[in-house]
């Protein structure tokens, strides 16, 4: 039996964080079940970490990469480095291979030690970056948060389960159960 619905889009990284929250409102009130989202999860994760400078690999275009970047600036969290790959449509984000997500992370990674983001969010539901997680992370030594990741984490929380079951996820599921 659903004991959650879980949202993994990412589209409240550039509309604003209010229309998920408003979509959790939603599904809540018409099903009576706890909702969640990619993006609400990846802010509570942001928040209940301490993070405040992160680094997030996208394949959006410059306007939706630029809004992602704003919106998290208004809610305290800067993005100290980006790399985007211009795309648009669902189909070409699936596309991305898994040595663009290493490549792209790595460049996110590649400033002075003091300038380097504290996390990395790769932040797009419908690229594969979650099976590159542990290998990102201990190259890289800071979280790397997966957008696909993050949603299934908050509905394992949700539902009581504990977290630390998936493995090869990353350092999320095993740290913050």
């Known amino acids: 039996r659903c004991q959650v619905i879980g949202w993994s889009g990412t589209a409240a990284g550039w509309l604003g964080f209010d229309a998920d929250r408003r979509l959790c409102e ?7 079940m706890p909702a969640c989202t990619s993006v609400l999860a990846l802010n509570e994760i ?17 306007d939706v990469q630029a809004a992602i970047v704003a919106n998290y ?4 969290f800067e993005c100290v480095a980006e790399r985007h790959l211009g795309l648009q449509d669902n189909f070409s984000f699936s596309e991305v291979t898994a040595a663009q997500l290493r490549s792209m992370v790595a460049a996110v990674m590649s400033g002075p030690i003091e300038d380097r983001p504290q996390a990395v969010a790769i932040f797009c539901t ?10 990102l992370e201990e190259e890289f030594g800071v979280p790397v948060y997966d957008s696909v990741a993050t949603v299934v984490w908050k ?11 998936i493995t090869r996820w990353g350092r999320l599921f095993r740290e913050m159960n």
């Open 126 to 135: 419908n690229l594969r970056g979650a099976p590159l997680v542990e290998e």
């Open 155 to 165: 509905s394992l929380k949700l539902v009581g389960a504990d977290t630390r079951r």
């Open 46 to 62: 942001f928040a209940l970490s301490g993070l405040r400078r992160f680094g997030l690999v996208t394949p959006y275009r410059d």
């Open 26 to 32: 939603a599904i809540e009130t018409r099903t009576g």
């Open 73 to 76: 600036g208004k809610a305290g």
